[in-house]
């Protein structure tokens, strides 16, 4: 049997331990989660496709560093986040990547999974029973998987092995989305909602989702350029921070933000504001426990 070498093995473990972790909260596993826990998970799942990474892999390293910059509390000081139950797992991807969120679920925890592309919204939630899944993207990445799996087919994969899931994508507009992936979600029942979208819909969207996936795409490339894939229109990024702040509660159990390309983010402009996104999540989730 193939025994990992020693090199191999330590490679892993440092990307499992990074040096930093997210606004230096607690490091832990998650296996020390609790119901009271909002747990932050980095995610290096990324996939090969016609798009380049932009260095999609070193992101979770990035976040981490920039994270140091920042206060632990929310917009106007108004959620300090030192008082509640914030820890950083550290990184994962794959089936790590999937008995770590179970964990944490099972547990009864919060969790906000940070980094790698939208393969980490499928290995993420792969071994969870997903009833419904709320997806704000520009795209439907509903392509078909059969020579191989990445970014864009994350959707058909998880509508064929979670058979009674419904699937809500909000802010779908993408000129680079071919027809017969919306003919296949049509076939199957999934709920799409084009970009524009009104403010109060997609507040009480995030408000009463239990799981919810932000492909970055999801915004104006003006206001957010550093993603892989841009669209023309979306959403506007500080605008979304600030609706992120005004939701008093939220069912969510689960959130992931995915697709930030560090290599084409100048000065880390956007990583900055992907930053002050998550504490306003941080305190969201804080306010709903």
């Known amino acids: 049997m193939y025994a990992p070498s020693k090199q191999y093995r330590r490679s892993r473990e440092a990307l499992m331990k ?10 832990t596993s998650p296996k020390n989660t609790t119901e009271k826990t909002i747990a932050i998970v980095g995610s290096i799942s990324t996939s090969k496709s016609i798009h380049p990474t932009y260095g999609q892999e070193k992101a979770t390293s990035i976040l981490r560093k920039l994270s140091r910059e920042y206060d632990t509390h929310n917009m ?9 139950d914030i820890v950083d797992l550290g990184d994962f991807g794959g089936s790590d990547l999937s008995s770590a969120v179970k964990m944490v679920l099972d547990r009864g925890g919060r969790v906000i999974v940070v980094g790698g ?12 029973v997903l009833p419904q899944i709320s997806i704000l993207d520009a795209h439907l990445d509903s392509e078909d998987y059969t020579e191989a799996f990445h970014h864009g087919c994350v959707v058909r994969r998880i509508i064929e092995e979670k058979k009674d899931v ?6 779908f507009r993408g000129f680079s989305t071919i027809c017969s992936e919306y003919e296949y979600l049509q076939k199957h029942n999934a709920e799409i909602i084009p970009w524009p979208v009104e403010n109060t819909m997609l507040s009480e969207i995030i408000a009463q989702s239990m799981f919810t996936s932000i492909d970055l795409d999801f915004f104006d490339p003006t206001s957010f350029p550093a993603v892989r894939v841009p669209e023309v229109f979306g959403a506007d990024f500080s605008g979304f921070v600030h609706l992120i702040h005004g939701i008093k509660k939220t069912k969510l159990r689960y959130i992931d933000i995915v697709e930030y390309a560090p290599s084409i983010d100048i000065g880390y402009v956007c990583g900055k504001k992907l930053i002050q996104l998550l504490l306003e999540l941080l305190a969201l989730f804080a306010r709903s426990v």
Request: net charge negative.
């Open 76 to 84: 106007y000081c108004e959620v300090i986040l030192d008082d509640f």
């Open 18 to 27: 990074p040096k930093y972790s997210f606004f230096g909260f607690p490091r």
């Open 166 to 171: 419904h699937v809500k994508i909000v802010g």
């Open 117 to 128: 592309d939208h393969t980490t919204t499928y290995y993420s939630l792969k071994e969870i």
